[in-house]
């Protein structure tokens, strides 16, 4: 048969058009009865307010032309209208003619359409899941279904080769058989096999005829995910499929019910699915006015959110306001927080000459009325839109309507300060905390300050003011919170070093800001014959036993940067600085988590990476070693920022290179960036000025102003030598060359 059978769209111009008179009344006297013991378990109208009688019905003209269209006995498909009819009236939703057939397809093409099977399994998973939640064997077996010989052949198919024989064999069989063995294999994997259990539902979802009811399908899911989403579930892949990709195949929204929905397996879909499959199963549920609940249309606000598509979050909002769930109010907790995330989206736009917020007008609208929680995420909006200004004012606004400030408060006034570099507002506002128990123990709270005081101390510091002052300063602030054991570890500070006293009793573990805060200070303080290569080999020997506390900084470039900084202006350590960089691309041999069973993700080379290596092949003059790392910035996909361009033109600027030099320029130029002060300052090394001036005229006039015909002195990516073996990678084929030719110098 062709698919269109199968997924009828109702049309009015049929020649089985029902009668006025048959879609108010029903199906015939058969269905009417039925309905009438229905009737009797419910009262007379719902919720809505509409009367059962008022809502339309599948009536027997339609099931004629469906049991036509289908070749199916207009008995089979007059009893599953009978139970979509009995279920739109239970449910009292008001359908169209469209959503009534898709309904009944769904109901047609179930492998379970009597109440019986459905009964039996969720007897049977209630018991199973009762029996693994509580840890303990199922107390009444006679729930579940047996295994019998005859399936047991299926089993050992499905657990040996499911996407193989047992695929074939499936395909085989014909609706009735699959009917009466799909239940007791599902339920067996989930007791027995349960990493069998997804490779089982692909293979026995994949046709949309004779397939497992959704609840059944979305029950195995959650089953899953209660009990291994956090152990190999998250993981998981077979084939082609992940884990997501399984929900999707799985779970399609074309086989969602559209009376009685399961909400529970709605919102495992949309947290899991890609934006697709999330978009095609809000389309759906529009499209047949299927019921909801306003926690699953905030399921779908939350994704949407995630995935930037902030209109679509702002009318699933809409619908949740028209749903009129008093839980569920426009001031209630669950949409207050949903709100904050959609508001880490808005931006600030110009419109007739004023300046306002994208997206809380249109929330402010809908009747949201702003918290502390919501008005903190504006006020950071307000600040990172670069106007301080409009931060006083969201800032004056939240006090006035008596919003007590938090730590997310301060954190966000604290960066706005330490980013304009105003320090005296963040000696107000720290002086704000101290006055606060709570606040001034805070962890992120405490971090901010900590940082700030290191940009305005031992970042820059001042050539006036003693180094380890500065150090012993940071010292003390990071003795008041956290645990110096780690400082210990790294050899940064004496083993028999015993801080003062702070009346707190258990510190807390440094955070990798924190940690890495204080080695910077310590490189930055500490006079230049401190033994750099010593501190890194305690560092990589503390990362590979998975050092709780010290592993976790391979997550990020800035503590690699930061040994390379130090290492940078003595020309002996060169090759340690090479290996650093080595160390970060041979990531694999790093630890894959912490020893408490943190997960790491050490991270590769950043362009800031790349170009500190670089500049310190050009601060000691060697140019090969410097044009080594270029052609290895351009393999790793490693983009030139204004700092690397500099770099480049001052490396050719002290070597005399003017050509090169006026070469860099347009090429610099040519990517967007522009001369400015540090790029002056290092073309301060030419000795003839005058020249490169000339000959960046000479190539506007040959080449055009971006320097299309570049030679491989600045060029990323350039073939510098065509006919050598291209190097696989840094480690084996670059900068070991690089090392072992700075060490013969």
């Known amino acids: 048969m062709s698919s269109e059978i199968h997924h009828i769209n109702y049309d009015p111009s049929s020649p089985h058009r029902p009668s006025s008179e048959q879609s108010q009344r029903g199906v015939s006297h058969e269905q009417n009865t039925q309905q009438g013991q229905t009737q009797r378990q419910h009262p007379t109208s719902n919720k809505t307010g509409h009367s059962k009688s008022d809502l339309p019905l599948i009536g027997w003209d339609q099931i004629t032309s469906v049991a036509s269209l289908r070749k199916l006995d207009r008995n089979v498909v007059g009893k599953a209208a009978i139970r979509v009819n009995l279920a739109i009236q239970s449910n009292g939703n008001r359908l169209t003619q469209q959503a009534m057939f898709a309904a009944l397809n769904l109901r047609l093409n179930s492998l379970f359409s009597?109440?019986?099977?459905?009964?039996?399994?969720?007897?049977?998973?209630?018991?199973?899941?009762?029996?693994?939640?509580?840890?303990?064997?199922?107390?009444?077996?006679?729930?579940?279904?047996?295994?019998?010989?005859?399936?047991?052949?299926?089993?050992?198919?499905?657990?040996?080769?499911?996407?193989?024989?047992?695929?074939?064999?499936?395909?085989?069989?014909?609706?009735?058989?699959?009917?009466?063995?799909?239940?007791?294999?599902?339920?067996?994997?989930?007791?027995?096999?349960?990493?069998?259990?997804?490779?089982?539902?692909?293979?026995?979802?994949?046709?949309?005829?004779?397939?497992?009811?959704?609840?059944?399908?979305?029950?195995?899911?959650?089953?899953?995910?209660?009990?291994?989403?956090?152990?190999?579930?998250?993981?998981?892949?077979?084939?082609?499929?992940?884990?997501?990709?399984?929900?999707?195949?799985?779970?399609?929204?074309?086989?969602?019910?559209?009376?009685?929905?399961?909400?529970?397996?709605?919102?495992?879909?949309?947290?899991?699915?890609?934006?697709?499959?999330?978009?095609e199963a809000y389309r759906r549920i529009k499209e047949f006015n299927v019921r909801m609940k306003p926690e699953t249309v905030l399921c779908f606000m939350k994704r949407f959110t995630e995935f930037r598509k902030v209109e679509h979050a702002i009318e699933a909002l809409e619908w949740v306001s028209q749903i009129k769930d008093p839980d569920f109010d426009m001031a209630s907790q669950g949409v207050l927080r949903h709100c904050c995330k959609l508001l880490t989206l808005d931006t600030v736009e110009d419109k007739a000459g004023s300046r306002n917020f994208r997206i809380l007008p249109q929330l402010l609208k809908m009747g949201v009325q702003p918290d502390r929680d919501?008005?903190?995420?504006?006020?950071?909006?307000?600040?990172?839109?670069?106007?301080?200004?409009?931060?006083e004012d969201m800032l004056q606004f939240m006090q006035s309507h008596n919003h007590k400030l938090d730590s997310y408060t301060y954190v966000t006034l604290l960066t706005d300060a330490v980013a304009r570099g105003d320090q005296a507002r963040v000696d107000d506002l720290t002086r704000e905390v101290e006055m606060q128990e709570a606040l001034k123990r805070n962890p992120h709270v405490f971090s901010k300050i900590f940082h700030a005081h290191?940009?305005?101390?031992?970042?820059?510091?001042?050539?006036?003011?003693?180094?380890?002052?500065?150090?012993?300063?940071?010292?003390?602030?990071?003795?008041?919170?956290?645990?110096?054991?780690?400082?210990?570890?790294?050899?940064?500070?004496?083993?028999?070093?015993?801080?003062?006293?702070?009346?707190?009793?258990?510190?807390?573990?440094?955070?990798?800001?924190?940690?890495?805060?204080?080695?910077?200070?310590?490189?930055?303080?500490?006079?230049?014959?401190?033994?750099?290569?010593?501190?890194?080999?305690?560092?990589?020997?503390?990362?590979?036993?998975?050092?709780?506390?010290?592993?976790?900084?391979?997550?990020?470039?800035?503590?690699?940067?930061?040994?390379?900084?130090?290492?940078?202006?003595?020309?002996?350590?060169?090759?340690?600085?090479?290996?650093?960089?080595?160390?970060?691309?041979?990531?694999?041999?790093?630890?894959?988590?912490?020893?408490?069973?943190?997960?790491?993700?050490?991270?590769?080379?950043?362009?800031?990476?790349?170009?500190?290596?670089?500049?310190?092949?050009?601060?000691?003059?060697?140019?090969?070693?410097?044009?080594?790392?270029?052609?290895?910035?351009?393999?790793?996909?490693?983009?030139?920022?204004?700092?690397?361009?500099?770099?480049?033109i001052n490396g050719f600027a002290n070597n005399q290179q003017i050509q090169d030099a006026a070469l860099a320029i347009r090429h610099m130029e040519a990517q967007g960036f522009s001369i400015d002060e540090y790029t002056m300052k290092g073309l301060r090394y030419l000795r003839d000025p005058e020249r490169l001036w000339n000959s960046i005229e000479e190539m506007d006039q040959i080449y055009g102003p971006d320097g299309h015909r570049a030679s491989h002195a600045t060029k990323p990516g350039s073939e510098v030598h065509k006919g050598e073996q291209e190097r696989d990678d840094l480690i084996d084929s670059g900068l070991q060359k690089l090392e072992l030719k700075s060490k013969t110098q």
């Open 374 to 391: 919501m008005m903190n995420v504006v006020l950071a909006n307000a600040y990172d839109t670069g106007d301080p200004q409009l931060g």
């Open 454 to 648: 290191f940009t305005f101390t031992a970042k820059h510091l001042d050539p006036e003011t003693d180094p380890a002052g500065v150090f012993y300063s940071m010292l003390e602030m990071y003795n008041k919170l956290h645990d110096i054991s780690p400082l210990k570890d790294l050899l940064i500070i004496p083993t028999h070093y015993t801080p003062p006293s702070t009346g707190l009793e258990i510190k807390t573990p440094p955070s990798p800001v924190a940690l890495y805060l204080m080695i910077a200070t310590f490189f930055r303080c500490k006079n230049r014959n401190y033994p750099v290569n010593r501190i890194y080999d305690q560092f990589r020997a503390m990362v590979m036993k998975g050092h709780p506390s010290i592993a976790p900084l391979v997550e990020s470039d800035h503590i690699y940067n930061e040994f390379l900084i130090a290492l940078r202006k003595n020309p002996h350590t060169l090759p340690a600085s090479v290996a650093i960089v080595q160390d970060m691309l041979d990531s694999s041999s790093l630890p894959t988590q912490t020893s408490d069973g943190k997960k790491l993700t050490p991270v590769a080379p950043s362009s800031r990476t790349w170009t500190i290596l670089l500049s310190s092949f050009v601060f000691h003059r060697q140019p090969d070693a410097a044009e080594k790392v270029k052609e290895m910035m351009a393999k790793h996909n490693a983009k030139f920022t204004q700092v690397t361009w500099n770099t480049i």
């Open 114 to 279: 009597r109440e019986l099977a459905n009964r039996q399994w969720q007897f049977a998973y209630r018991a199973i899941f009762k029996a693994k939640l509580l840890d303990q064997d199922v107390t009444n077996t006679t729930l579940i279904l047996s295994v019998k010989d005859n399936v047991k052949t299926l089993l050992d198919l499905a657990l040996e080769d499911c996407h193989g024989s047992f695929q074939k064999a499936w395909a085989a069989l014909d609706r009735r058989t699959k009917a009466s063995v799909w239940q007791r294999l599902a339920i067996w994997m989930l007791q027995n096999s349960p990493e069998k259990v997804l490779d089982y539902l692909i293979v026995t979802t994949d046709s949309s005829l004779d397939c497992p009811d959704f609840n059944m399908v979305s029950d195995c899911f959650l089953y899953l995910e209660k009990f291994y989403y956090d152990g190999w579930l998250r993981d998981w892949s077979s084939g082609k499929h992940t884990y997501a990709t399984a929900v999707e195949a799985c779970m399609s929204p074309k086989t969602w019910p559209i009376v009685n929905p399961p909400h529970a397996g709605f919102r495992l879909f949309i947290n899991r699915a890609e934006l697709n499959g999330v978009l």
